[in-house]
């Protein structure tokens, strides 16, 4: 017997050779490519000590810092916020009332098809707002109403039967919905909501256009303003590890939550007593 299924057959020997020599040659390509891209940058002098002693002086690393809280700042209101709107929107397109509906629906569908940085631009340049509301709020808008599309397919990718069940024991739409779909959906759903939020992170760099402090016009500062040769790869050689590192911590939260949810006694399956003789009811038989 074999782990075979309909969708998937175990690889046979020649298989097995054919994945390992694949495999082999996709590591051969990678190494030479990122060997090309090292000697490129050793051949145009981007490793000197000329181009990075600046990150030796407090005064950088302090601005670096500073840029970086602020956009850890600028992010956890922006997710915060969006995670809320999300939730917002999609309980209003999954209202029975056909205003609300329709109304979610609106807005959901407009501000996903707007630009982030229009959005943000408009809103500091027409409507006069600072900088940091001004990057919330456009963040905001937009991931806020991806979320509410997540939300409401995660919803609806729950059974038909558990919320039919949960409303033929009388429970109201609120109960079903708290109690019932929710936590069931939450489960699929984060994948995609960590997903967002990475892209969340990540557009907190928009904000460098609006003159906002954060961590990428901290090093556009340093890149620019100081008389080092304009060490701009050496800049985003430390500034694009700090920017991956913090996406991937973000998908490690995802997975240990998963895990923990996993490993809930409440989520366990439960054994069930095998069915034995039960004392009849009365009346005829």
């Keep these: 017997m074999t782990d075979s299924t309909a969708l998937y057959d175990i690889p046979g020997p020649h298989a097995r050779r054919r994945h390992l020599l694949y495999g082999v040659a996709s590591t051969v390509v ?11 940058l050793f051949d145009n002098d981007q490793f000197t000590s000329t181009k990075w002693s600046p990150f030796l002086y407090k005064g950088i690393q302090e601005l670096l810092l500073e ?3 602020n956009t850890l700042k600028a992010f956890a209101y922006a997710s915060v916020l969006s995670l809320a709107l999300g939730g917002v929107l999609a309980a209003g397109r999954l209202s029975v009332h056909r205003v609300f509906r329709w109304l979610s629906t609106l807005f959901v569908e407009f501000f996903r098809a ?3 940085l229009v959005m943000i631009f408009f809103i500091f340049v027409a409507l006069k707002v600072q900088p940091l509301p001004a990057l919330v709020a456009g963040l905001t808008l937009y991931n806020g109403s991806v979320l509410a599309e997540v939300f409401r397919t995660g919803i609806h990718a729950v059974a038909r039967g558990q919320g039919e069940a949960a409303y033929a024991l009388g429970m109201r739409k609120t109960q079903v919905m708290t109690y019932v779909l929710v936590p069931q959906a939450l489960r699929a759903m984060l ?7 990475v892209v969340a992170l990540k557009d907190t760099s928009l904000g460098f256009l609006i003159t906002y402090e954060e961590f990428l016009h901290a090093g556009k500062l340093i890149a620019s303003n100081l008389d080092y040769d304009l060490p701009f790869i050496p800049v985003v050689m430390v500034i694009s590890p700090i920017y ?4 991937m911590l973000l998908s490690w939260f995802a ?16 054994d069930v007593a095998p069915a034995g003789p039960q ?3 009365p009346g005829p038989q």
């Design 191 to 197: 994948p995609a909501i960590i997903s967002q939020l």
């Design 244 to 247: 991956i590192g913090m996406c």
């Design 279 to 281: 004392t009849l009811l």
């Design 255 to 270: 997975t240990w939550v998963a895990r923990r949810e996993r490993r809930n006694p409440k989520t366990k399956a439960v």
């Design 114 to 116: 707007m630009p982030v």
């Design 30 to 40: 990678i190494l030479a490519l990122a060997g090309w891209i090292l000697y490129l």
């Design 67 to 69: 840029g970086l809280g």
